[in-house]
């Protein structure tokens, strides 16, 4: 077991520089926070090093651990109320996108949507995330917090939307789009469907360049004057709907 004591020590600079996404980018690495998160994060088999202030905490870890004090914890954090045991994390590596089911993201910018879209994805049964290279960055803190874990349990790419798509389009996908009037209700897709389900920014919904692809515009039914919901809220919905018999 290692100790470092000074905030000024190379090694919790480098790690504290994570809290950047330039940083992130270019190591390939990103911070958690909190016991459940570096559990799943070790259960996942992407921690590599952990810093604690227990060091019975750290002998759960067959990885780099770190004991250290709430100074440097507190470097470490993006909370005002750090938790006492951080984890270094390699972001998963996806080395194909021959899915079946793909919820693709445009221009999201939300941390706390994009938290909830993920962990609602790998909850329904998607098989993976294609979001727009503008989409809020899946390894802020605050997406990683509302994962709950969920970040681990599904791919998740950034690619040029449009590209992705037509791709998508000859490989036999049919694209369904999201709008307040002029679609569908969703029903369930049958098993031999390959599907691809698009949500677009909170502000904009999908851009018209996108829209262009889409196969079949889908649309929730809603009472007492309500106009339009949450698109974390409507994403769930959705993809209930369409993966109700798989």
Same mark, same amino acid.
């Given at each position: 077991?290692?100790? !470092?004591?000074?905030?000024?020590?190379?090694?919790?600079?480098?790690?504290?520089?994570?809290?950047?996404?330039?940083?992130?980018?270019?190591?390939?690495?990103? @911070?958690?926070? /909190?016991?459940?998160?570096?559990?799943?994060?070790?259960?996942?088999?992407?921690?590599? +090093?952990?810093?604690?202030?227990?060091?019975?905490?750290?002998?759960?870890?067959?990885?780099?651990?770190?004991?250290? %004090?709430?100074?440097? !914890?507190?470097?470490?954090?993006?909370? +005002?109320? =750090?938790?006492?045991?951080? /984890?270094?994390?390699?972001? =998963?590596?996806?080395?194909?996108?021959?899915?079946?089911? !793909?919820?693709?993201?445009?221009?999201?910018?939300?941390? $706390?949507?994009? $938290?909830?879209?993920?962990?609602?994805?790998?909850?329904? /049964?998607?098989?993976?995330?294609?979001?727009?290279?503008?989409?809020?960055?899946?390894?802020?803190?605050?997406?990683?917090?509302?994962?709950? $874990?969920?970040?681990?349990?599904? =791919? !998740?790419?950034?690619?040029?939307?449009?590209?992705?798509?037509?791709? @998508? +389009?000859?490989?036999?996908?049919?694209?369904?789009?999201?709008?307040?009037?002029?679609?569908?209700?969703?029903?369930?897709?049958?098993?031999?469907?390959?599907?691809?389900?698009?949500? $677009?920014?909170?502000?904009?919904?999908?851009?018209?360049?996108? %829209?262009?692809?889409?196969?079949?515009?889908?649309?929730?039914?809603?009472? %007492?004057?309500?106009?339009?919901?949450?698109?974390?809220?409507?994403?769930?919905?959705?993809?209930?709907?369409? %993966?109700?018999?798989?």
């Amino acid at each position: 077991m290692n100790q !470092i004591t000074s905030v000024n020590n190379p090694l919790i600079i480098e790690t504290a520089k994570l809290k950047i996404k330039k940083y992130r980018d270019q190591q390939k690495t990103f @911070l958690v926070e /909190g016991y459940h998160l570096v559990e799943e994060s070790f259960r996942a088999k992407l921690l590599t +090093k952990v810093f604690a202030l227990k060091s019975e905490d750290l002998d759960k870890f067959s990885c780099g651990g770190y004991l250290v %004090n709430e100074a440097i !914890i507190a470097k470490l954090s993006s909370t +005002k109320t =750090p938790q006492p045991i951080i /984890g270094v994390v390699a972001m =998963p590596k996806t080395e194909s996108i021959d899915f079946k089911s !793909i919820l693709l993201l445009d221009r999201l910018q939300d941390p $706390g949507n994009l $938290g909830t879209i993920i962990r609602s994805s790998a909850a329904l /049964g998607m098989d993976a995330i294609i979001a727009s290279n503008d989409t809020v960055d899946c390894y802020n803190e605050k997406v990683i917090r509302s994962t709950q $874990g969920a970040l681990f349990r599904i =791919p !998740i790419l950034y690619r040029d939307l449009k590209k992705e798509i037509g791709k @998508l +389009k000859e490989k036999g996908f049919k694209i369904y789009g999201t709008g307040l009037a002029g679609g569908i209700v969703p029903k369930p897709v049958l098993k031999t469907e390959r599907y691809a389900l698009v949500l $677009g920014n909170e502000a904009k919904g999908v851009s018209q360049e996108i %829209n262009e692809f889409v196969d079949q515009m889908l649309m929730i039914p809603m009472q %007492n004057g309500v106009e339009s919901l949450n698109v974390g809220v409507a994403a769930g919905i959705l993809m209930y709907c369409l %993966n109700q018999d798989q």
